[in-house]
């Protein structure tokens, strides 16, 4: 049995948890076993784990993530926590982890996000367009870019032609701490039900509540915490997307895409999928946000991506096959 290790929530998002999900039911379909460890606050995950028939148990969260590794049951692990809320805890993880004779594996960030050792997991996955094979790393393995983008196996199937889908999906996060919701159902009043805007899953309940009806108050579609975004993609011309995961779901489903980032910091790292020609990216931080917002979503919904593109969604099979090997399961 594989376990894999991911958090979800408010300030690290739900992206983590979405992707162990979809790895689960690759490393299953490819004829291995695999379960993930939660946090014991996950419950919507915990329900998703649940209705796949996939293994799930719980930690208590901690300060320091190296106290959890006696909770974890037997059997190699991979870490899906590359946060800069938990990066310098990772090292002593896996050290943790090896010091009881177990495999690992880690799914690190980009740039500022990426894994710095010293501890060397036995496989370490960067799985994202610009990710560079010749910069060194402190692991034993190495595979990376966006072929490995680990997604649904929905999104193996072939997407579904622009000119039979119409409007815009919104999704700006599974948490957005950031309120970027507010700020696009502010920015976009007239675009009516043909704007379907995600309220996710990792939102509080009465912000949620507020979310719908702010986007109900300009006609628009609230979907309320989906288990899928991908007939949500494959139904809409364009996309406006925060600065996380969904983007690769966007690529897959040949979704032209407006990604719209709290910040510097945040739209810095958005430049490997954006110099890849994948999305207009627009910083909510400066001003004119509105207008350039409208600019930029009229420029997408022009588009029409080359398919296939650079994220097949096969990932999911690759990074399975990768891990079984490596473990030796």
């Known amino acids: 049995m594989i ?40 419950t919507a995950f915990l329900e998703q784990a649940d209705a796949g028939s996939i293994p799930a148990l719980t930690v208590t969260p901690r300060e320091n993530l190296a106290e959890e590794v006696d909770e974890y049951p037997l059997g190699p692990v991979l870490i899906d926590l590359s946060n800069p809320l938990l990066l310098d805890q990772l090292p002593s993880l896996v050290a943790g982890l090896q010091a009881q004779g177990r495999m690992t594996a880690l799914i690190e960030g980009l740039d500022k996000e990426a894994y710095a050792g010293p501890a060397e997991p036995d496989l370490l996955i960067t799985p994202y367009i610009g ?6 790393r402190p692991a034993k393995r190495w595979i990376g870019g966006g072929q490995y983008a680990v997604l649904g196996p929905e999104y193996e199937a072939a997407p579904a032609p622009l000119d039979q889908r119409k409007g815009v999906l919104v999704m700006l996060s599974g948490s957005d701490p950031w309120h970027l919701t507010e700020r696009v159902i502010a920015a976009l009043p007239h675009c009516g039900p043909d704007l379907r805007i995600v309220i996710g899953n990792g939102i509080p309940d009465e912000h949620a509540l507020k979310l719908a009806a702010a986007a109900e108050a300009i006609a628009a579609s609230p979907l309320m915490a989906p288990e899928s975004l991908f007939d949500h993609f494959n139904a809409a011309r364009a996309c406006i997307l925060g600065p996380g995961l969904a983007k690769y779901e966007a690529a897959a489903t040949g979704t032209p895409c407006v990604i719209v980032c709290p910040d510097e910091r945040y739209a810095a ?44 969604g096969k990932g999911a099979r690759r990074v399975a096959r990768k891990l079984l090997r490596t473990f030796g399961e």
Do not use: Y
């Open 269 to 312: 790292m958005q430049s490997a999928f954006i110099l890849a020609g994948l999305g207009h990216l627009l910083n909510a931080d400066e001003a004119g946000f509105a207008e350039r917002l409208k600019t930029e979503l009229a420029i997408a919904l022009q588009e029409t991506p080359s398919l296939p593109g650079p994220i097949d």
């Open 131 to 136: 990710a560079a094979a010749d910069t060194p």
């Open 3 to 42: 376990w894999l290790r991911c958090k979800a929530g408010l300030d690290i998002g739900t992206g983590h948890a979405v992707r162990c999900l979809a790895l689960a039911r690759a490393i299953e379909a490819e004829g291995g076993e695999a379960g993930i460890i939660f946090d014991s606050d996950n």
